[in-house]
């Protein structure tokens, strides 16, 4: 397929009879499926094999998006079962989308302290089930925006009016991007052996 490099499947557009899944399976290209907590283990073992049915290394990547309380409870039986079967993924963890809320003034929005907490449960559980974290999705733009709350920026759900300038889902700022990217390289530098940046 030449119409992108990576192409993946969506939560709700993912099932398994359905002509997403079907259209995946014959393409070479690197493929990605978001899975929520509304995802099984032998669903998820039915999607790989459908996505990837030889199971060739690095070419599906599982985009985890649940909630830091939902991933701590769902997320190891999903990886226990890939782990059992065999299965070759990439597991990369998308912490904006399943943290969005609506304000009381009406602006659709994500908590910056949610987000970092999705991610933090992605990093433990990983090390708790001894598998790999393989990356990091995020919503963001290098621009000044008020879409999400918290973070360095403090941004407040009475700031997000000022430069609330999405057509579509709000976005971490680059203040806030850059603090989750240094937050990831801290413990990337804890899991590898590393001291501390001081």
Request: aromatic content about 6%.
């Amino acid at each position: 397929d030449c119409s992108a490099h990576m192409l993946w499947v969506g939560e709700r557009t993912r099932e398994l009879d359905g002509a997403h899944l079907e259209f995946c399976r014959g393409i070479g290209n690197p493929l990605g499926v978001k899975v929520s907590d509304k995802c099984t283990p032998e669903e998820l073992i039915r999607i790989i094999d459908t996505m990837n049915p030889n199971n060739t290394p690095g070419k599906l990547t599982i985009i985890v998006r649940m909630g830091a309380e939902k991933l701590r409870t769902n997320f190891p039986g999903l990886i226990r079962a890939v782990q059992r079967e065999g299965k070759s993924v990439v597991w990369i963890s998308d912490p904006v989308h399943g943290n969005t809320i609506k304000t009381d003034n009406g602006y659709k929005t994500r908590d910056f302290g949610a987000i970092r907490e999705e991610l933090r449960a992605f990093f433990d559980v990983h090390e708790e089930m001894g598998s790999h974290p393989g990356g990091v999705h995020l919503e963001m733009t290098g621009e000044d925006v008020t879409e999400c709350t918290g973070g360095v920026s403090n941004v407040t759900e009475e700031t997000l009016p000022d430069r609330y300038n999405t057509y579509c889902d709000p976005r971490l700022n680059g203040s806030q991007a850059l603090e989750i990217a240094f937050l990831i390289g801290e413990r990337m530098r804890r899991i590898s052996g590393l001291p501390p940046i001081e």
